[in-house]
C-alpha cells in the first residue's frame, strides 16, 4: 500500500490512470485504526486489480479538505483521477469497502 503525502498525492492518485482506492486516516482516529488492517488485506487481496493509497489527513489538512474530506474514516475510489464513490464514518465498514472494491474490478 502506497503512502501519499502532500506531495505525491496529485501525481499517485489525480494522475493516475484507472482505479485507485485512498484510505483517508488520521492520527488519534480510533475506527482509522479499527479499519486499517482490513483495507491493507484488501490491498493483498485485490492489489493486482486496483491501486491502493492511504493518506494522513492530520498532516495534509489542506488536501483533505480539497478533496471534500469532512469527517473520518473515508474510503474513496477515484477513477483516472475523479472521485466516484466514497464510504464515509459508519459507512466504512469492511464489507462495505470490499463490496465497493468489488464493483470497479
Known amino acids: ?16 490512470e484507472g482505479i485507485v482506492l485512498v484510505d483517508f486516516f488520521g492520527d488519534q482516529c480510533v475506527p482509522c485504526e479499527a479499519l486499517m488492517p ?17 493518506l494522513n489527513t492530520t498532516k495534509a489538512r489542506r488536501l483533505a479538505i480539497g478533496q471534500k474530506i469532512m469527517g473520518l ?6 477513477k483516472d483521477g475523479e472521485k466516484v464513490e466514497e464510504l464515509v464514518k459508519d459507512d466504512a465498514t469492511p464489507e462495505a469497502v470490499e463490496a465497493m472494491i468489488q464493483k470497479y474490478i
Open 73 to 78: 474514516p473515508v474510503i474513496a475510489i477515484y
Open 1 to 16: 500500500m502506497l503512502i501519499c503525502d502532500k506531495t505525491t498525492f496529485e501525481p499517485e492518485v489525480l494522475q493516475a
Open 38 to 54: 482490513h483495507i491493507e488485506g484488501f490491498d493483498e487481496k485485490y492489489g493486482d486489480k486496483i491501486k491502493f493509497c492511504k
